[in-house]
Nanobody, 128 residues
Framework: QVQLVESGGGLVQTGGSLRLSCAAS????????MGWFRQAPGKEREFVAA???????TYTDSVKGRFTSSRDNAKNTVYLQMNSLKTEDTAVYFC??????????????????????WGQGTQVTVSS
């Protein structure tokens, strides 16, 4: 069982930056793949980034070059550094965890329903 708590959301202007954190409970954090998703009002939850056990990452095209995700296994925490924010990045951001390997070339981890554990979300609002 893994419990996840996101923090770091807030209001920022276009072009600004935020860093989200997701703190996980449990002693086996390093064995979980981690994901970031977001959900804008009236839209479905969408994949943003995945961080493998190794720390390697995969991003959705719309955030490549602007967002960077990393993990600190000693702190049981995964981060999402968001730079050059746009109004279309406004959403509730969620982190997720799953014990399965996030294989390169696979797409299951882009599907929210495939993930086992979720945080409560943190609001990110980007104003123009």
């Amino acid at each position: 069982q893994v419990q996840l708590v996101e923090s770091g959301g807030g209001l920022v202007q276009t072009g600004g930056s935020l860093r989200l954190s997701c703190a996980a409970s449990g002693r086996t954090f390093s064995s979980y793949g981690m994901g970031w998703f977001r959900q804008a009002p009236g839209k479905e939850r969408e994949f943003v980034a995945a961080v493998r056990r190794s720390g390697s990452t995969t991003y959705t095209d719309s955030v490549k070059g602007r967002f960077t995700s990393s993990r600190d296994n000693a702190k049981n925490t995964v981060y999402l550094q968001m730079n050059s924010l746009k109004t279309e990045d406004t959403a509730v951001y969620f982190c997720a965890a799953d014990a399965r390997y996030l294989r390169y070339g696979s797409s299951w981890y882009e599907v929210p329903e495939e993930w086992d554990y979720w945080g409560q979300g943190t609001q990110v609002t980007v104003s123009s």
